[in-house]
């Protein structure tokens, strides 16, 4: 069931953003009319951002003992994010596979490290949301604390499941399992104080790059939204890859910008046109470099995409082996 919905959204997004983008036509063109130079910088920062979610990922595979290579990692991202935009999480699935055919990282492990960037992830974008929102814009209108209430309920979320102590569940099941799986593994990584340090100061790069990203674009299309603000689109963006209910939270990134930039003062329509020039920024860089980083892998070791999860293997408990 779940399968089937997922499957049918991806549809009803895909045809509404495909609709939205030829009764729109002549305001996207802006992406065709933008200076090389502005191209070339969104590039880079799509290319530095990826380096340094490639950075966080070595660092937090290290707290539990695996040593991996810095360009690996970034190969591995860029191709992950590429598979991302298949359907069934395809990237994620690689990712996984590959760490344990490589490095030998049981998929429990996997599944800690990955809920853990993206508990870091969220609770970073979500303080740096309420920050801006509270200081600078306020929360007099419901929009904005229908806002609040979702950064603050995001970063509290984040940071109980991060460090707050919390018994392992004993009773059985795949999702009791995973908590617990990700319960120990949450342990372990806490042992790593350093490796939580470089994690979110690569991660805060992070943020800042995509932030800065959609600056640059929102000036390009003659959008008058001030950096702090960006922000918290930015906020929302990192957030928004928490729903990943369409291959690469298509569509639901989108909307989500959208509805955040009527914070900002700034239309529903004007924030949806930054947010689609960003996705078309985005998908062109992972197709072009992913696409790149899979031929190589796939040179160096072809049988990482013939080999898919097994069954008795997705609720791994063990140790790394």
């Known amino acids: 069931m779940t399968k089937w919905?997922?499957?049918?959204?991806?549809?009803?997004v895909l045809a509404f953003l495909f609709w939205y983008l030829i009764s729109h036509w002549q305001q996207l063109k802006v992406l065709l009319n933008l200076q090389p130079k502005q191209l070339l910088l969104l590039y880079g920062l799509s290319f530095l951002e990826s380096l340094s979610v490639a950075r966080v990922v070595q660092s937090l595979v290290g707290t539990l003992g695996i040593r991996t290579g810095f360009w690996n990692m970034a190969w591995l991202h860029n191709v992950s994010m590429l598979l991302n935009y298949a359907p069934m999480k395809m990237g994620t699935l690689f990712r996984a596979n590959y760490l344990k055919r490589h490095y030998k990282l049981a998929y429990s492990h996997f599944a800690a490290f990955?809920?853990?960037?993206?508990?870091?992830?969220?609770a970073?974008?979500?303080a740096t949301g309420l920050v801006v929102l509270l200081i600078v814009y306020g929360i007099s209108n419901n929009e904005s604390k229908i806002l609040a209430g979702v950064f603050a309920a995001g970063l509290i979320g984040s940071l109980c499941l991060l460090f707050i102590p919390l018994p392992y569940p004993k009773s059985n099941g795949r999702l009791v399992s995973a908590l617990r799986n990700f319960l120990i593994s949450r342990t372990q990584i806490a042992k790593q104080p350093m490796g939580i340090c470089i994690s979110l100061l690569f991660l805060i790069m992070s943020f800042l790059l995509s932030t800065f990203r959609l600056w640059i674009i929102s000036r390009s299309m003659g959008i008058d939204i001030h950096p702090v603000g960006c922000l918290i689109l930015g906020a929302l963006g990192f957030i928004a890859l928490f729903l990943s209910l369409t291959p690469g939270s298509l569509g639901?990134?989108?909307?989500?910008?959208?509805?955040?930039?009527t914070v900002l003062n700034v239309p529903f329509k004007a924030g949806l046109m930054v947010a689609l020039v960003d996705r078309a920024i985005a998908m062109s860089y992972i197709f072009i470099v992913g696409g790149i980083c899979m031929i190589w892998l796939w040179h160096k070791s072809p049988a990482d995409f013939k080999k898919q999860l097994g069954p008795d293997n997705s609720t791994n408990t063990g140790s790394i082996d």
């Open 5 to 12: 919905f997922r499957n049918i959204l991806t549809v009803l």
């Open 114 to 122: 990955f809920l853990y960037i993206m508990f870091l992830m969220t």
């Open 124 to 126: 970073i974008a979500a």
């Open 252 to 261: 639901i990134r989108e909307f989500v910008l959208a509805c955040g930039s």
